[in-house]
T-cell receptor, first 112, second 108 residues
C-alpha cells in the first residue's frame, strides 16, 4: 500500500508567517490533493494536482498556493498565515486506475 | 442544502450492538467512499463502492444508486470502532465531496 507522509502532526505559527506544509508519497501516483477539515464543515478541497507542475484550484483556494516540482511531493503554502487558517490539513493521493484514496495523518495547524 | 447528508451526527452504542450510519446525496456519482477517522486525525479508507454491497470483516457497506443512498453497518460493535465515519461520494468527472461525519462511541 502507498504511504502518504505529512511532515508535521502539529504546528504553531504566528500571524503573517509564511507556512509550508509538505506531503510526500512513496509511489508514483499522479493525483494529489490538499484538504482542510473544520468542525461542522467536513473536508473541503483547497488545491489538487494531476501531475508535476500542474495545479488546479479546489473549492477554497483563497490564501493558499501549492507547488509540485516532483511527482512524489505536493506542498501547500500559506503565504501570510491568518488565524482563520487554523485548521486540520489533510493530504491525499488517488489511485488513478482504481479510484481509491489514501490520506496522510494530517497536520493540525494553529495560527496565533 | 448540502450535497451530502449523513445521519445520525452522533451515535452512542453498547458493545455488541448492530450499528447503521446513513448517507444521502443529491448529485450524480461514479462511486462512493466510506472513510474512518480516529482521534488524532488520520483518515483510513474503508470502502469504495459503485453498486450493491461490500463486506470487510464486521463492516458492511451498501449503496442504492437510484435512491442516492448508502449505508454503513457495523456488526457486533466494539469500543475500538469508536471513530468518526465519513461518507464521500465521488461526483461524475469530478472530485470527492464529503459529509460532515458521524461520531460513533461504543462503550463496553
Amino acid at each position: 500500500d502507498v504511504k502518504v507522509t505529512q511532515s508535521s502532526r502539529y504546528l504553531v505559527k504566528r500571524t503573517g508567517e509564511k507556512v509550508f506544509l509538505e506531503c510526500v508519497q512513496d509511489m508514483d501516483h499522479e493525483n494529489m490533493f490538499w484538504y482542510r477539515q473544520d468542525p461542522g464543515l467536513g473536508l473541503r478541497l483547497i488545491y489538487f494536482s494531476y501531475d508535476v507542475k500542474m495545479k488546479e484550484k479546489g473549492d477554497i483556494p483563497e490564501g493558499y498556493s501549492v507547488s509540485r516540482e516532483k511527482k512524489e511531493r505536493f506542498s501547500l503554502i500559506l503565504e501570510s498565515a491568518s488565524t482563520n487558517q487554523t485548521s486540520m490539513y489533510l493530504c491525499a493521493i488517488q489511485y488513478r486506475d482504481r479510484g481509491g484514496y489514501t490520506f496522510g495523518s494530517g497536520t493540525r495547524l494553529t495560527v496565533v | 442544502k448540502n450535497e451530502v447528508e449523513q445521519s445520525p451526527q452522533n451515535l452512542t452504542a453498547q458493545e455488541e450492538e448492530f450499528i447503521t450510519i446513513n448517507c444521502s446525496y443529491s448529485v450524480g456519482i461514479s462511486a462512493l467512499h466510506w472513510l474512518q477517522q480516529h482521534p488524532g486525525g488520520g483518515i483510513v479508507s474503508l470502502f469504495m463502492l459503485s453498486s450493491g454491497k461490500k463486506k470487510h470483516g464486521r463492516l458492511i457497506a451498501t449503496i442504492n444508486i437510484q435512491e442516492k443512498h448508502s449505508s454503513l453497518h457495523i456488526t457486533a460493535s466494539h469500543p475500538r470502532d469508536s471513530a468518526v465515519y465519513i461518507c464521500a461520494p465521488h461526483r461524475h468527472g469530478d472530485k470527492l465531496i464529503f459529509g460532515t461525519g458521524t461520531r460513533l462511541q461504543v462503550f463496553p
